[in-house]
């Protein structure tokens, strides 16, 4: 891609993953923008390279264990690896079955895995993986696979920190509150202004401010950080950790 520092993000097309993307551009990174949706990721990259950055585009069905290690083989050496694709859905307890949980982990938690172990073999001292977890997993109701999940990923992350510290690369995880995104404005069970009344600081989180998080958590300036997960909810979850 080029001389500057790659960084890979999943689920790069759109909302956080998109924010992500374009503030690692801003940092100098060259961005493998990956994402599910081809031409979202294209419309990603797009914007980056138009603002003067480095990017490109990748469709990638991250549960496809073939494409992960076709994107592994042509970015090489990654100096970051932020694991942002997700699956969400909303589903009450009862009309969960197993096979809900077994497709949301699928993705959510073990292609993270496999995407991980590979681009970390290839990955040099002082480089860093950033996991995208969630204040869901200090409970919420109407999506417990959901829940599960990104609770299993917060674990995963603390393991990942130390299997591959003798290696000195560094995995934390952010775990977003509510983010004012496309995809939470179309959810059925929204209300924003009632979810915005339930922020301690008045106000739902943007996209830029979970981007930021990760661009810290993956810099030199976190070379000391490891094994963490970093609730960025304006607050919410001294709240309690009921609802959203």
């Known amino acids: 891609m080029s001389d500057d520092p790659i960084a890979i993000v999943t689920g790069g097309g759109a909302g956080i993953g998109a924010a992500i993307c374009s503030v690692l551009a801003n940092e100098g990174y ?5 994402d599910l949706n081809g031409g979202k990721a294209e419309e990603t990259a797009r ?10 585009a990748v469709a990638l069905d991250i549960t496809d264990s073939r494409a992960v290690d076709r994107l592994v083989a042509e ?8 694991n942002n694709a997700g699956l969400f859905e909303v589903k009450p307890f009862f009309d969960l079955e197993p096979g809900d949980f077994r497709r949301i982990y699928d993705v959510n938690l073990v292609a993270l895995f496999d995407l991980s172990r590979k681009a970390a073999r290839h990955m040099q001292p002082g ?3 950033v996991n995208i977890a969630s204040r ?3 409970g919420a109701r109407h999506y417990a696979h959901y829940v599960a999940s990104k609770a299993a990923v917060a674990g995963l992350t603390r393991a990942m920190a130390l299997e591959l510290a003798e290696r000195q690369i560094r995995v934390n995880a952010v775990a977003p509150g509510v983010i004012e995104t496309t995809m939470l404005k179309a959810r059925s069970d929204t209300d924003l202004d009632s979810l915005r009344a339930l922020q301690p600081m008045g106000r739902l989180g943007a996209p830029q401010d979970i981007a930021h998080a990760v661009a810290f958590l993956g810099s030199l300036k976190a070379e000391f950080i490891t094994g963490q997960v970093l609730l960025v909810d304006g607050g919410r979850s001294l709240g309690g950790a009921t609802g959203l």
Not at 48 to 53: C, K, N, Q
Request: net charge positive.
């Open 30 to 34: 060259s961005v493998a923008v990956a």
């Open 47 to 56: 914007g980056i390279v138009e603002a003067g950055g480095k990017a490109r």
């Open 75 to 82: 970015v090489g050496a990654a100096r970051l690896l932020v």
């Open 127 to 129: 480089s860093a993986i």
């Open 136 to 138: 869901a997993m200090l």
